[in-house]
């Protein structure tokens, strides 16, 4: 968990469209800018998530399974949501 301060912000260059961009876990709409409850993947730049549907995915997940929903990226996918704080259990 992060301060507001020291919470970490994404280096990927993307933006979420007005209205028409969804978490691709739950499906519900992410806003239509970066924040820090929601993420992006750093290898597509095209699948947007919530934080915590992010969180309850990589625990589902666990370390050796965890991978983008869409692109199916797993080191650069891993590496940004440790970076970000997302907790993944080792199984």
Not at 22 to 27: A, E, V
Not at 48 to 71: E, L, T
Request: some cysteine; glycine content about 6%.
């Amino acid at each position: 968990s992060f301060c507001w301060e020291h919470r970490p912000e994404q280096a990927v260059e993307a933006t979420p469209q007005e209205n028409t961009t969804t978490c691709l876990i739950c499906l519900h709409p992410v806003g239509d800018r970066k924040s820090y409850g929601t993420m992006v993947c750093p290898a597509c730049k095209h699948a947007w998530f919530h934080r915590g549907c992010m969180q309850n995915q990589a625990i589902h997940a666990g370390f050796s399974s965890f991978r983008c929903p869409h692109c199916q990226n797993e080191y650069r996918f891993l590496m940004e949501m440790l970076t970000m704080g997302i907790r993944i259990p080792r199984r």
